[in-house]
């Protein structure tokens, strides 16, 4: 059997781990900017809707079933949001998630914006 | 007061003051979907039960019959991604079909009020209007039943028929359009009633649905024809010098409509 001769030089896959390991720190931390500025977001407005008023404290952004999601889980703070989001006999619906299209867009510009101030470039 | 709106010749887009004429934004929309969902029917013992449809829940002195279907409107929303500075304004591209798909009439139109732009225009005359903006139109449209086969009935009719896996058209009369729906999500909302006479359980399944719907930025108004283009060529060695009238490549007397050969031999 004929010698093998490497046609990428020994260098070249140490720099590409190592640009990948970069992309992928600086994508976690722009996501997690995006999160906070969009979990604060959610609060703030919670915060000034008589319905959702209380529950603004409880909500949060967390991983379930390999997903990314933002909303109230668990308890009876939960059941109350359902009730919020949805209405019911007495109260119509108030969509505080369902409306969030904008805060969302404005999270993800602020992650991709950090990306290209971090390497020039979007990854996202 | 002053300003554009201020101005006594303005005229709104829409007259409202017919709201049963239901044009207009939100107006046209709301009485579509209405339309789309109403009609439906399911079994019982007593007979077919004609399923009614309502904005909100039904008032307190109405008596709830069920199943009802309520629609609540949640949010307007820009479509930032269908925003373009392109719009291609020919009167006799766009085609418009009536409710059952055969063609009504080609042209423009004013969004979710008219077929057509209301404007009467002479053999020299043309159209301009600015880019539509497209938005997307949230609503809620929750099924409520008192039995758990009527609840299934509905909603395996809603996620085939009414509200089904794909992007689905609802007609709206108002502008002879199909607008662009979607079905975001289904939540069961399961609840008791309680009354007088002890707790009933109530059936409610909720579907938030995107419905398409554009938005105007001007008015639109009829633009006089450019019905000649007379088109002269001058040379010059250097743009920043004033061009002669000896400069004018043909000197030739020449009428409209004749061509005019220009002999762009380099000069020494």
């Known amino acids: 059997m004929a010698e093998t001769v490497p046609v990428v030089g020994a260098g ?12 992928r720190d600086v994508t976690q931390a722009a996501t997690a900017l995006g999160l906070e500025y969009l979990q604060e977001g959610l609060r703030q407005q919670a915060a000034q809707q008589e319905r959702w008023a209380a529950l603004a404290p409880h909500i949060e952004t967390f991983s379930q079933d390999g997903r ?27 969509p505080l998630f369902r409306n969030s299209e904008q805060l969302q867009r404005e999270a993800r510009k602020r992650a991709d914006d950090y990306i290209q101030q971090v390497m020039g470039r979007v990854v996202l | 007061m002053s300003g554009y709106w201020a101005d006594p010749e303005y005229k709104a887009t829409v007259d409202i003051s017919d709201p049963l004429d239901k044009k207009g934004l939100l107006l046209a929309e709301d009485d579509s979907l209405k339309w789309y969902v109403s009609g439906l029917v399911v079994p019982s013992s007593k007979g077919p039960i004609e399923v009614g449809t309502w904005f909100r829940f039904p008032e307190g002195e109405r008596r709830t019959e069920y199943p009802f279907i309520t629609i609540d409107f949640l949010g307007i929303n820009p479509s930032y991604e269908r925003w373009t500075s392109i719009y291609r304004v020919d009167p006799d591209d766009a085609q418009f079909t009536n409710n059952d798909g055969t063609l009504d009439h080609t042209g423009l139109y004013t969004p979710s009020v008219s077929p057509d732009l209301g404007l009467d225009l002479t053999e020299n005359q043309g159209v301009s209007v600015d880019p539509y903006l497209m938005y997307r139109l949230l609503y ?9 086969l009527h609840d ?17 058209w609802i007609p709206v009369d108002a502008d002879h359009t199909w607008r662009r729906a979607e079905l975001l999500e289904m939540t069961p909302n399961d609840t008791l009633e309680t009354t007088e006479s002890g707790s009933k359980r109530i059936f409610r399944k909720a579907f938030t649905i995107v419905m398409d719907a554009e938005l105007l930025q001007s008015q639109a108004v009829a ?18 010098q004033p061009v002669e009238a000896s400069d004018h490549l043909s000197t030739d007397s020449h009428t409209l ?7 762009l031999t380099p000069q020494p």
Not at chain 2, 140 to 148: C, G, K, L
Not at chain 2, 228 to 236: M, N, P
Not at chain 2, 257 to 263: A, F, K, R
């Open chain 2, 152 to 168: 299934r009935i509905l909603t395996s009719r809603f996620l085939t028929d009414v509200f089904p896996p794909r992007p689905f």
């Open chain 1, 12 to 23: 070249f896959m140490d720099a590409l781990y190592a640009y990948a390991a970069e992309a």
């Open chain 1, 68 to 94: 990314l999601v933002v909303g109230i889980r668990g308890g009876p703070f939960a059941s109350e949001a359902e009730q919020a989001e949805y209405g019911d006999a007495s109260h119509p619906p108030a």
């Open chain 2, 140 to 148: 809620q449209v929750t099924v409520h039943s008192r039995s758990a």
């Open chain 2, 257 to 263: 409509g004749e061509p005019v050969t220009i002999d």
């Open chain 2, 223 to 240: 633009v006089e024809k450019a019905r000649t283009l007379h088109v002269d060529f001058y040379k010059s060695s250097d743009i920043n």
